[in-house]
C-alpha cells in the first residue's frame, strides 16, 4: 500500500517537527552528495526552484486553483512562485492579515535589509557601554570571546555603522540604538530614563 507523507505528518505538531528534526544533524545532510558539492562550493543550500512543483502539489492540494497558478510562475519567475506557495501556506495556518504581516516583514528585512519593526527594546543602566558587554547582556553573544569574533568578522553594525574596533564603547541615551549582530538579528539599546 502507499502511504503518503502527508498521512503520516498531517498528524504531527511544530513541537513534533523540532523534536524529529533534532535528530539530524548538519554532518547528515552533508553526507548527501548534492549538498556536500553545494558545501564545498560555498554555494547555498536551499530548496532548489525545480523542488517548488513538488512541495505546491503536497503542500497545496486542497486549492487545484491555487496550485495551478504558483505552478505557471514557477519557469517564469521562480522568486515569485515562492513567494505565492509561501504566502499560500502561511494563510493555511494564520489569518490573512497575519500572512500579510510576516510578508511585510520578509520584504523589510531580507530584501530591503532594514531593521524590522517590533524589536525589543533592552534598557542599560550605564550611558557608555563596551560593545562587548552589550552583545552579551542582550544575548546576541554567549560570551565576550564569541562578542570578540562577531566584530572582527565586522558582523555588527550600530545604527548601520559597522563596528571594527574591538574596544569600541557605545555611548547611550534614552534614544535607542539599533544594534544588528549577523544578517538578521536585531536589537535595540538605550539607556534607562532616569525620573
Request: net charge negative.
Amino acid at each position: 500500500a502507499i502511504c503518503y507523507n502527508a498521512d503520516w505528518l498531517g498528524k504531527m505538531s511544530f513541537a513534533d517537527v523540532i523534536k524529529l528534526s533534532s535528530h539530524y544533524t548538519v554532518a547528515r545532510m552533508l553526507e548527501r552528495d548534492d549538498f556536500e558539492r553545494r558545501y564545498r562550493a560555498q554555494e547555498p543550500i536551499s530548496i532548489h526552484d525545480t523542488l517548488i512543483e513538488t512541495y505546491c502539489k503536497l503542500l497545496v492540494i486542497q486549492d487545484d486553483e491555487s496550485a495551478a497558478g504558483i505552478l505557471d510562475q514557477i519557469t517564469e519567475n521562480p522568486r515569485a512562485a515562492k513567494r505565492a506557495l509561501a504566502m499560500k501556506i502561511d494563510s493555511m495556518y494564520s489569518s490573512e492579515a497575519e500572512a500579510d504581516g510576516a510578508e511585510i516583514h520578509f520584504d523589510q528585512v531580507f530584501i530591503h535589509k532594514q531593521a524590522p519593526d517590533n524589536i525589543e527594546l533592552f534598557e542599560l543602566e550605564e550611558q557608555s557601554v563596551s560593545l562587548i558587554d552589550i552583545l552579551v547582556t542582550i544575548g546576541a553573544a554567549v560570551s565576550k570571546s564569541e562578542a570578540r569574533r562577531m566584530i572582527q568578522q565586522k558582523s555588527v553594525l550600530v545604527d548601520e555603522r559597522k563596528i571594527e574596533e574591538i574596544a569600541e564603547c557605545i555611548e547611550l541615551s534614552i534614544e535607542p540604538k539599533i544594534i544588528r549582530a549577523g544578517k538578521r538579528r536585531f536589537f535595540k539599546v538605550a539607556a534607562r530614563k532616569t525620573f
